[in-house]
């Protein structure tokens, strides 16, 4: 079984960075695709950000595309979200999620708080 900690949110201020974590526990999670989730107060939860198993395909949100990036250190069985040149709309509970692929996200950590300051 799968199970997911996040770490590294924060307050930031707008144009600032920030390094988020996500550990997982499980072999399966190897061959899991990761990926990032945020929600905004009121808002519904929104993709950030997902990278295959292998770790050689990514995609992003427009939203952030050139801002963030995603990636995997196989070893240590963790996906990383670096947040550089942050904004205030990118203040949100942001959430790891991983699965067997596809739509199918079937683990999800508990998230962690990034707030930016404009």
């Known amino acids: 079984q799968v199970q997911l900690v996040e770490s590294g949110g924060g307050l930031v201020q707008a144009g600032g960075s920030l390094r988020l974590s996500c550990a997982a526990s499980?072999?399966?999670?190897?061959?899991?695709?990761g990926g990032w989730f945020r929600q905004a107060p009121g808002k519904e939860r929104e993709i950030v950000a997902r990278?295959?198993?292998?770790?050689?395909?990514?995609t992003y949100a427009d939203s952030v595309k050139g801002r963030f990036t995603i990636s995997r250190d196989t070893a240590k069985n963790t996906v990383y979200l670096q947040m550089n040149s942050l904004k205030p709309e990118d203040t949100a509970v942001y959430y790891c999620?991983?699965?067997?692929?596809?739509?199918?996200?079937?683990?999800w950590g508990q998230g962690t708080q990034v707030t930016v300051s404009s």
């Open positions: 499980g072999r399966a999670f190897s061959w899991y695709t």
């Open positions: 990278i295959s198993w292998s770790g050689d395909m990514t």
């Open positions: 999620a991983a699965g067997p692929g596809g739509n199918n996200w079937s683990t």
